[in-house]
Nanobody, 116 residues
Framework: QVQLVESGGGLVKPGESLRLSCEAS????????MRWYRQVPGKERELVAM????????NYADSVKGRFTISRDNDKNTVYLQMNSLKPEDTAVYYC?????????WGQGTQVTVSS
């Protein structure tokens, strides 16, 4: 079955960096675009970044452009989110996502807290 396992979250100060990882299994990873979303309690889940199957294209939410970088290693079945210059408003639970045959699959999420 499809499994997505996120890691790398934590508590950091404004201006610091974190790298999130999402290890995938149960599907042919290199065939699918991957996405990172985030969610704050009481708000809808927000698309943060997307990368195509062979990393030829990436897209970002305006709020993270120039600060976050999505990448993937198809040999390791892993997608990453490098987050630099973190701001308090980046505080959220971050989720890895893949869409297979119109079905959305999610990981368990990893908490990122940016606070001084």
């Amino acid at each position: 079955q499809v499994q997505l396992v996120e890691s790398g979250g934590g508590l950091v100060k404004p201006g610091e960096s974190l790298r999130l990882s999402c290890e995938a299994s149960g599907f042919r990873f290199s065939n699918y675009a991957m996405r990172w979303y985030r969610q704050v309690p009481g708000k809808e889940r927000e698309l943060v970044a997307m990368i195509t199957s062979v990393a030829t294209s990436t897209n970002y939410a305006d709020s993270v452009k120039g600060r976050f970088t999505i990448s993937r290693d198809n040999d390791k079945n892993t997608v990453y989110l490098q987050m630099n210059s973190l701001k308090p408003e980046d505080t959220a639970v971050y989720y890895c996502n893949v869409v297979i045959s119109t079905r959305y699959y999610w990981g368990q999420g990893t908490q990122v807290t940016v606070s001084s």
